[in-house]
């Protein structure tokens, strides 16, 4: 089992050291550096890919000063929805990353990797409050098919502060 800690932005570009404005769209991508995971941000125009040595990356939006927050959906709707995605395998890709949001915000704990007959990663997570066990397969979409994702989990499980 691994663990490491996500650090928040430093709202600045880590390439070209300029600091975001509000409404930007800007990059993360967590990068392994020997016993480390490091997070980078880049802004768009200094974007091109994640690194080969890269542990994730996604696409983000700066926040107006004044914005209302934006709340993810109660933790019981995400993984009932994760669930759902169990034996469907069009959408293994959203299952995978559903599972890597879920354990960013503690609902489900890593708890190993493994590989499975076919000899596909997996990881292998556990639910405290259900005390549930799970295996998802590490997939690892195209960048279009990120942005997919991303917007289809946006929809379902993003909703403005009421």
């Known amino acids: 089992m691994f663990e490491f800690e996500i650090q928040r932005s430093t709202k600045h570009c880590a390439k070209t050291e300029r600091e975001f404005r509000p409404g930007e769209t800007y990059f993360s991508v967590l990068v392994s550096e020997g016993a480390e995971v490091v997070r980078y941000d880049y802004c768009q125009e200094a974007w091109s890919e994640p690194p080969e040595n890269a542990v994730g990356w996604w696409k983000s939006l700066m926040p107006e000063p004044n914005s209302k927050k934006v709340n993810w959906a109660p ?45 596909s990663e997996q990881l292998v997570l556990y639910c405290p409050k259900t005390e549930a066990d799970y295996k998802v397969r590490v997939l690892d979409p195209s960048p279009e098919r990120a942005a997919e994702i991303q917007e289809e989990l946006s929809t379902l499980l993003y909703g403005d502060a009421a």
């Not at 995605?85 to 299952?95: F, G, I, M, S, T």
């Not at 960013?104 to 076919?118: A, F, M, W």
């Open 75 to 119: 933790n019981d709707v995400m993984l009932n929805y994760f669930e759902q995605l169990e034996n469907d395998p069009v959408k293994a890709d959203v299952r995978y990353v559903l599972a890597l949001l879920m354990v960013r915000r503690r609902i489900v704990r890593l708890e190993d990797t493994e590989t499975d007959e076919e000899g």
